[in-house]
């Protein structure tokens, strides 16, 4: 059978079997009043004055309000029980008729909160993190919430309060010392609107901010999706300067390399970068291992060099995207553009949506489980005719529509040079932040 689950951090409620029982003000006083008792007889005397507000010798009238109140529970904690002689809510028999409430701490979320933090506060750092979590956990509300006006439970949700504050301090602590910066500041700076006043806080607190500028570096977005197992920021910076990421560079469908007096690709390029700080400016090493690459994919079409008078002649469909190998990484060469007759590349939205689906396909097959790093796909020569925060819109939208299907890789960094940043409505990333969340875009 079923143990009865009892709730006191939030709305009076018991739960046995999936049901949910939602308790009324004045039976849930008894009952809060039974737990604190814990495994103790409480007196209905004791009942009657603690929730009743009732002083002196009390009547036969108060004696009958307790009872029903009791009886209200056994049906409630025990609706296949014996009644009177139910062994979750017990009578004791004496000169004044006593109840005891018979419920394991694990039955109890206030007793259970209690428990897991004490435990936590003697663990190790990630073993108090799993047990705060769970603590944390219990908590939705008020303790006692609906019974905080009488006189005996001051004091208890005085204690729990303090059990609240004291789990996420632990917890904090125990994040930074794990080396989890963010997530100890999103911890304590929920306890600072608890505790505006603390000074040990506000200072541990522009420490860890001082540890994630140093961690970050660049970082101006981060959002975290835990249920997901992954992360999209955009960061200021080099992207060839990521060394613990996979690379993504823009090709066009024609995979030209020439970079020759830039009359086919721009030796400032993304492509351009690649040649020179990847491969050390060999361009026949950079075209060995891109014609290997290319060998099972099937051309789209050849041109003639009548028509086209420089650069590669066999095209390849958009989308088509080759993973290199260079240094223990993955360089993902994706052909998002289409090169012109007339050695002008040109993309379109349509274009990049498909090619960051073939993306994500080739992230799940070759990405070991590594960050990706990529550039502001569409924003350079690929003309798409549409502002950077549309295209830094759809990348990551891409990426977490595919993450809720399958899981693509731990971390997708947009990474963005100093001087283009500007060019991003920063707080455009604030709106993004809670699209993102919701689902929309």
């Known amino acids: 059978m079923s143990r009865p689950y009892v709730r006191l951090l939030g709305p009076a409620r018991v739960e046995i079997g999936g049901a949910e029982t939602l308790l009324r003000p004045i039976t849930a006083a008894v009952l809060a009043r039974l737990i604190i008792a814990e495994n103790e007889p409480v007196t209905v005397h004791e009942i009657s004055h603690d929730v009743w507000g009732r002083i002196g010798t009390i009547q036969r009238e108060d004696r009958t ?19 009177e002689s139910s062994q979750v809510l017990r009578t004791e ?18 007793l259970q909160f209690q428990d897991l933090t004490l435990r936590a506060h003697q663990a190790v750092p ?12 219990l908590w939705r509300g008020r303790p006692l919430g609906d019974v905080d006006d009488r006189p005996f439970a001051a004091q208890i949700v005085r204690r729990l309060t303090d059990y609240h504050h004291a789990a996420r301090r632990t917890l904090m602590y125990a994040y930074s010392d794990l080396e989890l910066p963010d997530r100890a500041l999103k911890v304590g700076e929920g306890l600072l609107r608890d505790l505006p006043d603390d000074q040990e806080l506000v200072s541990f607190l522009a420490e860890l901010r001082r540890q994630l500028r140093t961690k ?24 060839f300067a990521q060394d613990d990421a996979h690379l993504v560079v823009g090709f066009t469908d024609t995979f030209d390399t020439a970079t020759d007096q830039d009359l086919v690709i721009s030796e400032h390029s993304v492509q351009g970068q690649l040649l020179r700080r990847i491969y050390g400016g060999d361009r026949a090493k950079l075209d060995r291992e891109l014609k290997a690459a290319l060998r099972s994919v099937t051309p789209a079409a050849a041109e003639s060099r009548s028509v086209k008078r420089h650069g590669r002649l066999i095209r390849y469909p958009v989308g088509t995207v080759v993973a290199l190998r260079h240094s223990g990484r993955r360089v993902f060469a994706l052909a998002y553009s289409r090169m012109g007759n007339n050695l002008v590349a040109e993309s379109s939205m349509e274009h990049l949506r498909l090619s960051l689906e073939r993306l994500w396909d080739a992230v799940y097959l070759h990405g070991q489980r590594k960050p990706v790093a990529l550039p502001l796909l569409g924003a350079g020569l690929a ?3 549409v502002g950077r925060e549309e295209l830094l819109s759809v990348i ?18 947009v990474v963005i040079l100093p001087a283009e940043l500007g060019k991003v409505d920063i707080l455009f990333l604030g709106k993004l932040a809670g699209e993102l969340d919701s689902g929309i875009g």
């Open 216 to 239: 970050f570096g660049g970082e101006v977005f981060r959002q975290d999706f835990a249920d997901l197992s992954t992360s999209l920021v955009v960061s200021r910076g080099d992207l």
């Open 396 to 413: 990551l939208n891409s990426f977490l529509t595919r993450s809720r299907v399958q899981f693509v890789c731990p971390e997708l960094r």
């Open 65 to 83: 309000s307790v009872q029903k109140r009791i009886l209200e529970l056994r049906r409630i904690l025990d609706p296949h029980g014996p009644g």
């Open 383 to 385: 003309r798409i005719d």
């Open 126 to 137: 990630a073993s108090a993190v799993k047990l705060l979590t769970q603590a944390l956990g």
């Open 93 to 110: 028999r004496g000169r004044v008729s006593a109840y005891r409430l018979a419920l394991q701490r694990d039955q109890v979320d206030l």
